[in-house]
């Protein structure tokens, strides 16, 4: 699906229908790496389901739980190479397996062992606790790639709540001005903790808030682990490739 800017009234895009049918293009994809993918959601649902029976126990800390988002995790995190940088919320725990984020260091931090910084070779900022900053932390990174004329794409993602916050939208509007190198991901579930998706932004979709910024934008069916991928796959190929943020 083309990189454009977004129709208020389009429907998100799917590969995928709900029922597991063939509905769009296949992207290129070896069975093996469908695999590997499907493998990361298994593993980000058993390890979301461990903390939850953890927390309950009193033997974890607070968790943001993955269960519901692992294709929109796996698949923002996927396409991208290994100079390539990611800033994430604390949700996106697979999108940091498929980055190769050894386990232990993800229990240590929901145990209350917060290490100072996950391997440097893993281009992975830690877990952002306060809403939104990361997309900004993700913005600075990518500006620093293109101003070095390094190759790297920047990748920051966020929750529905964080469009709320004025991070969010410095990011976008700094990232639209300078045409950085990013993809800012907003990963809808519908609820800020407690305050619902229609009381964030009047806007007909979140994705329709990048137009404002002069971003193209693009909605997409976040269970749809195809879609996701392909989506993601094109948007860090235009940043690369020096055609700004998506």
């Not at 293009?25 to 093996?32: I, K, Q, R, T, Y």
């Not at 920047?154 to 709320?164: I, Q």
């Not at 969010?168 to 990232?175: D, I, M, V």
Request: with cysteine.
């Amino acid at each position: 699906m083309a990189i454009q800017q977004i129709d208020p009234g389009m429907v998100p895009y799917q590969i995928l229908d709900p029922e597991g049918k063939l509905v769009g293009d296949m992207p290129d994809l070896s069975a093996e790496r469908l695999l590997s993918l499907y493998r990361f959601m298994q593993q980000g649902r058993a390890f979301s389901n461990k903390i939850i029976s953890l927390q309950r126990q009193g033997r974890a800390t607070t968790f943001g739980s993955l269960i519901g988002q692992e294709a929109t995790a796996v698949g923002l995190a996927a396409p991208l190479q290994p100079q390539d940088w990611l800033a994430t919320s604390y949700r996106e725990l697979a999108s940091l397996m498929v980055r190769g984020l050894p386990l232990p260091g993800l229990i240590y931090a929901f145990r209350g062992f917060i290490p100072e910084h996950f391997p440097a070779e893993m281009h992975c900022l830690p877990i952002q606790i306060v809403i939104g900053t990361q997309m900004l932390h993700a913005v600075g990174l990518a500006m620093a790639a293109k101003i070095s004329g390094d190759t790297a794409v920047a990748v920051g993602v966020c929750g529905d709540g964080a469009t709320s916050e004025g991070d969010f939208n410095e990011a976008l509007n700094f990232a639209g001005v300078f045409q950085a190198p990013v993809v800012l991901v907003v990963q809808n579930n519908g609820w800020a903790i407690s305050v619902p998706r229609n009381k964030q932004s009047a806007a007909p979709t979140l994705a329709a808030r990048g137009a404002g910024f002069g971003i193209p934008s693009v909605l997409v069916d976040g269970n749809d682990i195809l879609a996701v991928y392909d989506v993601m796959q094109k948007a860090v190929e235009r940043a690369r490739s020096g055609q700004g943020p998506t």
